[in-house]
T-cell receptor, first 114, second 109 residues
Framework: AQSVTQPDIHITVSEGASLELRCNYSYGATPYLFWYVQSPGQGLQLLLKYFSGDTLVQGIKGFEAEFKRSQSSFNLRKPSVHWSDAAEYFCAVAPMDSSYKLIFGSGTRLLVRP | DVKVTQSSRYLVKRTGEKVFLECVQDMDHENMFWYRQDPGLGLRLIYFSYDVKMKEKGDIPEGYSVSREKKERFSLILESASTNQTSMYLC????????FGPGTRLTVL
């Protein structure tokens, strides 16, 4: 069965430090890949997506993610975290034959230390 | 600007009540979705609709039904609310990328 694993439930970083959030997926073929962010009390906002092509994807708010087929991973990175990045982050995949049907990971909550 | 709205941000209902959650999108999207979000479980798909009057069960449809009479509106119905349906409910619409509403936090007492 398809699944998405975000192994870190919580991550705390200091403001200005770099960030990497991990995401691994289990799927027979390369799916479409997404990262969403949810600020407190808000819905989800798309940060970036990977469909094909360049495996390093740039998103909004200074985030990027790298698709590594050999590791079935799609980790999210940011070189310098801002206090406003504190939120919950969700990785999601969608099979290529039904790109509208997302499967989400359980989320990683990011805390930013001043 | 893209907009998905949900009828209530917070809702408190009693066990056994019939509950309607409404979602409206203004982007003329074919696809609409209802998810529930629970701590440690991420988002799980309840139902989705790929056209007016068309629907398909998601991963956890038990205890829920949906209605899509107009393209812009997708309703989630809890026929007889139970305490284990206390959750955050998120609606989304898509044409490729999914756009989410702000969510409805439902408490069933």
């Amino acid at each position: 069965a398809q699944s998405v694993t975000q192994p870190d439930i919580h991550i705390t970083v200091s403001e200005g430090a770099s960030l990497e959030l991990r995401c691994n997926y289990s799927y027979g073929a390369t799916p479409y890949l997404f990262w969403y962010v949810q600020s407190p009390g808000q819905g989800l906002q798309l940060l970036l997506k990977y469909f094909s092509g360049d495996t390093l994807v740039q998103g909004i708010k200074g985030f990027e993610a790298e698709f590594k087929r050999s590791q079935s991973s799609f980790n999210l990175r940011k070189p310098s975290v801002h206090w406003s990045d504190a939120a919950e982050y969700f990785c999601a995949v969608a099979p290529m034959d039904s790109s509208y049907k997302l499967i989400f990971g359980s989320g990683t909550r990011l805390l930013v230390r001043p | 600007d893209v907009k998905v709205t949900q009828s209530s941000r917070y809702l408190v209902k009693r066990t056994g009540e019939k509950v309607f959650l409404e979602c409206v999108q203004d982007m003329d999207h074919e696809n609409m979705f209802w998810y529930r979000q629970d701590p440690g479980l991420g988002l799980r798909l309840i139902y989705f609709s790929y056209d007016v009057k068309m629907k398909e069960k998601g991963d956890i449809p038990e205890g829920y039904s949906v209605s899509r009479e107009k393209k812009e509106r997708f309703s989630l119905i809890l026929e007889s609310a139970s305490t284990n349906q206390t959750s955050m409910y998120l609606c989304a619409s898509s044409f490729g990328e999914q756009f989410f509403g702000p969510g409805t936090r439902l408490t069933v007492l």
